[in-house]
């Protein structure tokens, strides 16, 4: 186990360098980043009965995005597109190879997550005087609802990965859910200015609380007057945030290994078979 | 990881240079009785009987669909088998751990991972899995990409991607290296180059190579035995001599008559076709010539009367019944 967790170390290090000296992917992340300050600097006014702008409660709310994102879309096409290439059959193949590709991914998942993060509440609070955690009480808030949130997208999205068909269709299927969240869990706008059924909806997912959270960390206490329930309830935001975490581990453990079992050379050529007929890949 | 692992020189230095002969006594490294293969309804094997030994290396032909890639990925630890026993270096493959997974190298056909990566970085990362591996500068100057160690994978040319594939399925000094269809792409000049590796590597380090392939001199040039495996079972199993006898493939001996006419003739023992030649003209003969079966007519004559055998058993039993009754049905 030692070599496997020293490899897979090495192997997050390697990939996250991999990352960095990417434009095309670090273009990707760093867009997100910029449509949220771009968007931020845009929006004038205040949050409805108070003196909190609305750009503060946009910026929360995208911070949250970027989490829910890296988690359920950068991770499962990740996790597809490897498994396309024979990246997971090789590693399959590798004793140990399993136990470190998960090692490097969660180390390359939780890098890229803290570093947007980082950036985007940097960058907004030199820029825009954008919205900063109040005090330890914020600072702790900040990092648990982070910490939670990750854990419970990352297992999901590890699951989603697991199953999903291709690369291509993967993105297709990922992405409306994720928008339409985006949309509908109060990230963008003060999630009362939508009709109650739509509020329960995306109540069930892990972005409403994970934008709520975020937003009770950096918003003043004031602000929480706009909230649905005119508080954060922080307790609800633990709750939630922990069942997504374990349904996820729930989901990802059993449909991960039967991902890896099923690899095998012939399926490995039958699938880049099928993507060369459509025309999707080289060669 | 496997404190009891062990590079495998000592026991190359033991090998004879030459093709592997099974060492009478020892555990076959790959040992396979009775294996089937079911999917739903579908019987993919029917019984396959496989021993592979220590050093050998060992060529699977055969049609497409006939269960190739079935067994070996079954011996690769990658299928369950319907049923039979499997024994691959001592262990059932379905239940092969880390340490047994570490004395096996793999060199599959659809790899195209790691595209980022570089060539040098990429073999480096995949010595440190290993107890004991190659030194990857060593690995790199052997499969000759050592010009290309800081290259990106996805910049490589198709034989420069296979012999860095072969590269890592060696790099944990693995005692059973299965290659499935090496050399496809490769030109020839590079084709000669790997075969010259896998001979190497079986027989100065005693590694067990599995090989399937498509291409018959290929399979001719590297094994020491041969198995064809026709429609789920083997149906030959030898050296390429040995095939060719069991096929009864013939010789094919070619001259010039007295009337300048090119003649040919296969013969089983083409010997003796001569010696008549020799004895009927009572001198030499023009333009003689004895070609050897390759493996292409061995294989092919075993195929043909593979199809034909089928077929034949089905004539015998129509005619004993189902014909018999038209018959009867259309004399009344």
Known sequence: ?283 | MTPGHTPAEPVAQAQPVGPARPVVGTQPVVRARDVTMTYGDLEVLHGVDLDIHRGEIFALLGPNGAGKTTTVEILEGFRRRSAGEVSVLGADPERGDDAWRGRIGLVLQSWRDHRRWRVAELLTHFAAYYPDPRDPAELLALVGLTEQAGRQVERLSGGQRRRLDVALGIVGRPELLFLDEPTTGFDPEARHEFHVLVERLAREEGVTVLLTTHDLMEAERLADRIAMLVGGRIRACGTPTELARQAAARAEVRWTADDGTPRRERAADPSRLVWELHRDANGPIAGLEVRRPTLEDTYLHMLHRETDGTDGTHGTDGTDGTDGTDGTARAA
């Open chain 1, 1 to 283: 186990m030692t070599n496997a967790w020293r490899a897979g170390l090495q192997r997050g290090r390697i990939e996250l360098r991999h990352l960095l000296r990417s434009p095309k992917e670090m273009s990707g992340h760093l867009t997100n980043v910029v449509v949220a300050l771009v968007i931020a600097a845009y929006v004038t006014g205040h949050v409805p009965g108070t003196h909190v702008p609305m750009a503060h409660l946009l910026l929360a709310g995208f911070a949250a995005y970027l989490l829910f994102q890296i988690g359920l879309v950068n991770l499962p096409q990740i996790l597809v597109t490897e498994r396309e290439e024979g990246t997971l059959l090789r590693l399959r193949a590798t004793p140990g190879g399993i136990p470190a590709y998960l090692v490097a991914k969660t180390l390359l998942v939780v890098a890229v997550a803290v570093g947007t993060l980082a950036l985007l509440l940097a960058v907004a609070a030199l820029l825009a005087d954008g919205p900063l955690p109040h005090g330890p009480g914020g600072w702790l808030t900040l990092l648990w609802v982070t910490t939670l949130g990750l854990l419970a997208v990352v297992p999901l999205g590890a699951a989603i990965g697991a199953v999903l068909p291709n690369p291509r269709e993967a993105l297709a299927l990922i992405m409306l859910p994720t928008m339409g969240l985006l949309f509908t869990s109060g990230t963008v706008f003060p999630i009362t200015s939508l009709p109650v059924p739509v509020q329960q909806v995306a109540s069930v997912f892990p972005l409403k609380w994970m934008a709520q959270g975020l937003r009770s960390a950096l918003l003043p206490d004031t602000a929480r007057t706009a909230e649905a329930a005119g508080s954060w309830e922080l307790p609800m935001v633990a709750l939630v945030l922990s069942a997504w975490a374990v349904l996820g581990f729930l989901l990802a453990v059993p449909l991960l290994r039967r991902a890896a079992r099923r690899e095998s050379g012939s399926r490995l050529s039958a699938r880049h078979r099928r993507a060369a007929q459509s025309g999707a890949l080289p060669g």
